[in-house]
């Protein structure tokens, strides 16, 4: 029983921060993304009757560390759902994503990871089901399940049953761009898991980002469907700031921000102020990923560049949801 699949990772234009519930991974609130095609997770996972334990390969090496045990962990919560307990698998993921460097690596890894899984064990299930599964791998995996604008619903079941992502505008509805500022692929300090953890236990900023997010989320997807760039750029912009403004209150406190962060920040205005509308995001890393349109690819792309401290900088447009290979 074998079977391969493709996840794109995602950037949340509303940002997932902070859980209710630690072990279902249960949002605090709705999210809302753009999934991209310039990163992604190809993934084969193949159970077979002969294995005693489950065999993990990341980029064609043997994973044995923190990794192997959240994939198990997940293998579990499907070999459940399948009634296939005693079937152990061997996974094997070529991740085109910067790790734990602020791309949502484990977005696209557990997306791809869900679909390949329950496509070996032949389980016909739904988007919204392989949604609801893949969420409880990684929160924001949930998005990559679609392709262009998608939205996770927090729910307010206490079992989970209805906290999955659905689907807002397909890819093709809208030629919105994104480069991805490569500022660092090293591997952050804080953890994302342990940064929603710190932040919602001692930020006094916490409740007040929450209590932001419907209010966020009705106006951009208005922005969205009338394809109306300034009012999604400044929404998402503002959205990001106020998420990280959360950790500087956290106990202790903390940032993802580098220096040449800042720069990138600062540089995206100052292309505002000349006419070409650029706008930032940033999630749990020090990257940048900046929205834009196509008749402005060039000079922004030229500009971003020339920033010391940056050394790549990696353009997308609106990707696809999953596909079996």
Known sequence: MKATAKAHTNIALIKYWGKRDEKLILPTNNSLSLTLDGF?????????????????????????????????????????????????AEVRSINEVPTAAGFASSASGFAALAAAATRALQLNIT???????????????????????????????????????????PKDHWDIRVAAVVLSAKMKKVSSREGMRRTVETSPFFSSWVDSIPNDL????????????????????????????????????????????????????????????AYFTIDAGPNVKVLYLPENEEKLQQTLREIPGVTDVILSRSGQGVTYL
């Not at 090496?61 to 152990?88: C, E, G, M, P, W």
């Not at 929404?235 to 406190?253: D, Q, S, Y």
């Open 218 to 277: 009705t106006e951009i997807k208005q922005g969205i469907k009338d394809r109306d760039f300034e009012k999604v750029g400044r929404i998402a912009e503002a959205n990001c700031l106020k998420m990280h403004a959360t950790t500087l209150g956290a106990n202790p406190p903390f940032t993802y921000w580098h220096d040449t962060t800042l720069a990138v920040m600062q540089t995206v205005q100052k292309l505002r102020d000349n006419g070409i509308p």
């Open 127 to 169: 988007d919204q089901e392989l949604s609801r599964l893949t969420r409880q791998g990684s929160g924001s995996a949930c998005r990559s399940i679609y392709g262009g604008f998608a939205e996770w619903e927090k729910g307010t079941q206490q079992d989970g049953s209805d906290s999955f992502a659905v689907p807002v505008a």
């Open 40 to 88: 992604y997770t190809k993934t084969t996972v193949e159970f077979r009757e002969d294995l005693t334990e489950d065999i993990f390969y990341l980029n064609d090496k043997l994973v044995s560390d923190q990794q192997f045990n959240r994939v198990t962990a997940f293998l579990d919560l499907i070999r459940d759902y399948a009634q296939k307990n005693t079937l152990f």
